[in-house]
């Protein structure tokens, strides 16, 4: 693991205490108690400021950089595709990693952002906006696009709007986990690899189950830069089977 990820790891308590003895700043006033909160965090995190000064759309894509970090999912050559994707960070991640964006000599991937909302495009990456990744139309897009190709990665780290209640945004995520298997079972190559986002829970066990019906191994991974509060965790699933046709 690089020195980032470590000294994030040790210095991450007194980061926070730093920021708490930082002037609580003026645009808090006359937000709701909620908004404060959110603000007040984003200051002491240190991956927010990390992610200003190398250029990331969002924090999440430091945990994308640790997964592949420590399992080696992404590299040059390979094709990925990132559902629902917006803002664009991890398909920034893997843009770079795979080199789709033909910056580095060797092999150069390709990399598809997919999101129901729109997003700017990402140099080196074809980005679908206003696109539901499991629609027929969707994926009759992309196939044309990959020309019949398969993918090698499929990444997700889909959430809903939280809602606070644990067992709905429980339920609410693993249906769209779900939804990201349903596609990955219809994209992947042989051997390929999913990663996907969901909120721990009771259903959680279950997931991984089905997973291993599909992929000879599953991991789950909680990254450095997941927040202390959250129970944010990913399946890492590899070496997809593929489906039988008989």
């Avoid at 499929?154 to 769209?176: C, F, K, Q, T, W």
């Avoid at 990201?180 to 279950?206: C, E, H, N, P």
Wanted: glycine share 6%.
């Amino acid at each position: 693991m690089n020195s980032f990820y470590k000294s994030i790891r040790l210095t991450r308590s007194v980061h926070t205490c730093r920021a708490l003895l930082k002037e609580t700043p003026q645009n808090l006033k006359g937000k709701k108690h909620s908004s404060q909160i959110w603000l007040m965090r984003q200051l002491r995190d240190p991956y927010v400021e990390k992610a200003k000064q190398e250029n990331y759309r969002c924090r999440s894509a430091f945990k994308l950089l640790e997964i592949n970090e420590r399992f080696k999912i992404l590299s040059p050559g390979l094709t990925v595709i990132d559902c629902g994707a917006a803002p664009g960070s991890w398909t920034q991640v893997a843009t770079n990693l795979t080199n789709a964006h033909s910056k580095k000599e060797g092999p150069v991937g390709k990399v598809y952002g997919i999101d129901k909302l729109p997003f700017y495009p990402i140099e080196g990456a074809t980005t679908l906006g206003n696109m539901d990744f499991t629609s027929a139309k969707t994926q009759e897009t992309l196939y044309k696009l990959l020309q019949g190709d398969k993918v090698d990665v499929v990444l997700s780290d889909m959430a809903p709007n939280a809602s606070g209640e644990r067992h709905m945004d429980h339920y609410n995520i693993m249906l769209l986990a779900y939804s990201a298997l349903k596609f990955a079972l219809q994209i992947s190559k042989v051997d390929g690899t999913l990663v996907v986002k969901v909120w721990d829970g009771d259903k959680s066990q279950q997931f991984e189950q089905n997973l291993l019906k599909f992929y000879n191994s599953v991991k789950i991974v909680r990254p450095d830069a997941t927040r202390n509060e959250s129970t944010e965790q990913f399946f890492l699933a590899r070496g997809f089977k593929g489906l039988k046709t008989s």
